[in-house]
Nanobody, 122 residues
Framework: QVQLVESGGGLVQAGGSLRLSCAAS????????MGWFRQTPGKEREIVAA????????YYADSVKGRFTISRDNTKNTVYLQMNSLKLEDTAVYYC???????????????WGQGTLVTVSS
């Protein structure tokens, strides 16, 4: 069973940058697509970005396109989310998730991290 641990969250001013990391243990991630999601109080969890097993294909929510970049290092069993030009509305708990397939097929999500809080201030 895989364990996912996010890190890198914190407080940042609007316009600033953060890089989130998701480290996996217990199982290699190299065969699986990975995703980043976020959630704010009272709202459903939403996808932010996803990446195929080999990193060749990525998906971004419209709200983060051009500002966020998802990447992965399979040798380190780690997935990253580089967040630039942060906005107040990016404030949320960010979760790393593993898909059960090589592509980011929603129905195959099968593991989640505990989340890391990102707070963007004015």
């Amino acid at each position: 069973q895989v364990q996912l641990v996010e890190s890198g969250g914190g407080l940042v001013q609007a316009g600033g940058s953060l890089r989130l990391s998701c480290a996996a243990s217990g199982r290699t991630l190299s065969s699986y697509a990975m995703g980043w999601f976020r959630q704010t109080p009272g709202k459903e969890r939403e996808i932010v970005a996803a990446i195929t097993w080999d990193g060749r294909s990525t998906y971004y929510a419209d709200s983060v396109k051009g500002r966020f970049t998802i990447s992965r290092d399979n040798t380190k069993n780690t997935v990253y989310l580089q967040m630039n030009s942060l906005k107040l509305e990016d404030t949320a708990v960010y979760y790393c998730a593993k898909y059960g397939s090589s592509r980011y097929t929603p129905k195959t999500l099968d593991a989640w991290g505990q989340g890391t809080l990102v707070t963007v201030s004015s």
